[in-house]
């Protein structure tokens, strides 16, 4: 990726966002709220979504109330790829404005890592919510890659996807995801995270933004660093 010579830290940034990749679950969508709403509801408990941190934080609430792995895991299963559930999600914060500015400048692409089988209900979600975003913008897993739950597949799906794309940046907020980004692309990444694990090895092409005032990160700083 060749870099543009006597440029601005913020025309920098708005020259990445001119070809840019953005995860959908937890970056755009708010599904970590919708699927905590669900399991409290049906649970009787009383988590937040800021308290996970990691794919099997649900199996890990099911076996505090006693079921055994094998049941936990079924639960933390269900949760995360009904897409009946997970597609009631509201976008989070500065979401739909940062897609709006993107879409604008540049070539935006939706990469996300859910199975394949959930392209249809994901491109429902984006016409129901950023109606602008064309169908062939967004990027499930791949086929025959993408296993649930095997987050070195999901990482080299959307991976690949930036490569293949020239992507110059990518909007993220599964640390293992980015490091994995960050290792076999030279993609800048932008990560809606409150892990700092990646901050001093990565830092010329890393930008996080953490937890602000006790709400999880979300896109409203991130779409004010596009040029209007």
Not at 55 to 79: C, F, P, Q, T
Not at 186 to 192: D, E, G, S, W
């Amino acid at each position: 990726m060749s870099l543009p010579e006597f440029m601005s830290t913020k025309e920098y940034l708005s020259w990445l966002m001119e070809n840019v990749s953005v995860d959908h679950d937890n970056t755009v969508s708010d599904t970590k709220g919708i699927v905590v709403e669900k399991f409290n509801e049906e649970f009787g408990t009383n988590h937040q979504a800021i308290e996970i941190s990691q794919w099997r934080a649900l199996a890990d609430w099911a076996k505090e109330i006693g079921m055994d792995d094998k049941e936990a895991l079924s639960v933390n299963h269900r949760y995360w790829y009904d897409p009946d559930l997970i597609n009631l999600a509201k976008p989070n914060p500065g979401a739909i404005e940062f897609l709006e500015r993107a879409n604008r400048i540049g070539r935006l692409t939706i990469n996300s890592s859910r199975p394949y089988d959930q392209l249809v209900p994901t491109i429902a979600w984006y016409r129901q919510h950023a109606p602008f975003i064309r169908p062939e913008q967004i990027v499930v897993g791949l086929p025959d890659v993408v296993v649930p739950g095997d987050i070195m597949r999901q990482a080299a799906s959307k991976a690949w996807i930036v490569r293949l794309l020239g992507c110059r940046a990518h909007v993220e907020d599964v640390v293992y995801h980015a490091q994995f980004i960050l290792d076999n692309t030279n993609a800048f990444i932008f990560l809606l995270s409150d892990d700092a694990s990646l901050d001093v090895k990565y830092k010329t092409r890393l930008m996080r933004f953490g937890v602000i005032n006790g709400k999880p990160p979300d896109m409203t700083l991130l779409a004010q660093l596009i040029n209007p």
